[in-house]
């Protein structure tokens, strides 16, 4: 054979092998893809996602990476049952420390001492204390709120000693609370809540909430000031702290039909009142009562008032408290 034919052959040869090799590799990414596109599909199924729809992890407080307005209530209708039933009474603190001399409300003044021995009989009774988004899943969606007695923890305004004070005993049971904040009106200097406190205490797991820029009389205020006062509120604390806010809390109790439907408007949950009583699940969400704690309370006085208030009806709104 010449040497002509032999490197034709030999041209023929390579080629043949470089086909071989392009088929072989084009079978192989045609199964990469084939076992990539089956791996997708069931990791959304999973997940329950949608083709196409890029799944968010959801933190323990039920806020989606990148939204502001999931609450519990939603992200745990995975594990959902019969609504709860169970009525659960939401306490309200102001200031945890002795009232200063001239105080205009010297029973919102609840000292440290009387702090500690009131939550040492709850939890000795059997109470443990839940968020309002926790109470909304239970009575909702029938999520489950662990064993013993639920029982939601709620500071108005936002003193600074909610933090230094209450917040450290809480967590000592592992506890938490629901801080009714107003944005303006109570700064530092006057014994408030800095930013970087509140961001501790969401930390915490408490709940933050608000009542409102500057708890300013609502029913007095005309549809652009309510506004700014129900709506505003909630935009920046959720902005700034990355929480839902789903609960408002009227300021001084007071509200109206207007009011209430300025609450619903803003996409609030529900809302609580100073009206006292135990909270129910078939009560008016945007009306729920509240028990407050007054100063010189003690420990087994606190449970004497939950026990008799589960059962007495519901006193009429007042208007002349803080």
Known sequence: MDLDALKRRREARQREIRRRRLTAMSLLLVVVAVVAAVATALTQS??????????RSTSASGVRDGSHSTSLATTSKLHTGPPGTVPIPILMYHVIAAPPPGAPFPGLYVQPAEFTEQIQALKRAGWHAVTLDQAEAYWRHGVSLGA????????DNGYQSQYSRALPTLRRLGWVGVENIQLSGLPPSQGGLGSEEIRNLVAAGWELDTQGMSHASLISLNAEQLRYQIVNARQILQQRYHVPVNWFCYPSGLYDPTVVAAVKAAGYTGSTTVVPGWAHPHDDPYRLHRLRVLGGTTGQQLLTLLAGARTAPPAPQSFTTP
Not at 148 to 155: D, H, N, Q, R, T
């Open 46 to 55: 999973s997940s329950g996602g949608s083709p196409g729809t890029a799944s």
């Open 148 to 155: 013993g007695k639920p029982i939601v923890l709620s500071f």
